[in-house]
């Protein structure tokens, strides 16, 4: 139901107006009922994309456009994601918790881990094989919120041969299934 219709009815009660289709009180309440209808597809449109949690185009951009460097864009929600992540990021955001609470504002699910080595820092991509997409954009990211006082080393997963054994995979079995070289790497 438009707005012409929700005020046909508040006014049909009272018996005083011509709601007849094409009187001039029902074409006066259809331009206004038209005017109200884009009023509210407006503040919908509004009120959608000012939200982060519900914005999926020019709000995640106006979003974006207050950092540095944008996010990857591999879906819609990990934008969210990422863009809540940078939001996180203040002036106590040194800890190896708060770093992880704040580094998927990348674009991806990243995860620092602390080495044996004072100061030294490894970042992993867990639910990523190989070398994820748009890697230098995330890298920037990353080196723009991990203190700048800590060395960063980037961690890519590739199969091991100890668990090509333990799955007990052959030659002839990656020939069966069309690997290349490349793709049997990632195969993780």
């Not at 949690?53 to 879906?75: I, K, M, N």
């Not at 992540?85 to 704040?102: H, K, M, P, V, W």
């Not at 995860?111 to 639910?127: C, D, H, S, T």
């Not at 090509?164 to 069966?176: P, S």
């Amino acid at each position: 139901m438009g707005y012409c219709d929700h005020l046909k009815e508040l006014l049909r009660p009272l018996g005083i107006y011509d709601l007849t289709e094409g009187s001039l009180s029902a074409s006066e309440l259809e331009a206004l009922g038209q005017g109200l209808d884009g009023a509210e597809a407006a503040v919908d449109y509004a009120e959608r994309e000012g939200s982060l949690p519900t914005a999926q185009g020019e709000g995640l951009d106006r979003w974006e456009s207050l950092f540095a460097s944008a996010p990857v864009h591999y879906s819609t929600q990990l934008r969210r994601e990422a863009i809540a992540a940078l939001l996180r990021i203040g002036e106590d955001s040194f800890t190896l918790a708060a770093i992880n609470d704040t580094i998927s504002g990348c674009g991806i699910r990243a995860l620092a881990q602390e080495k044996n080595r004072f100061g030294y820092i490894r970042v992993i991509f867990p639910e990523v094989a190989g070398i994820p997409e748009g890697f230098e954009r995330i890298r920037t990211i990353i080196l723009d919120i991990i203190p700048c006082h800590l060395e960063v080393e980037f961690y890519f997963r590739y199969l091991t041969w100890a668990e090509c054994h333990a799955h007990g995979y052959t030659w002839a079995f990656i020939q069966q299934q069309g690997h290349t070289w490349h793709s049997f790497q990632l195969a993780v």
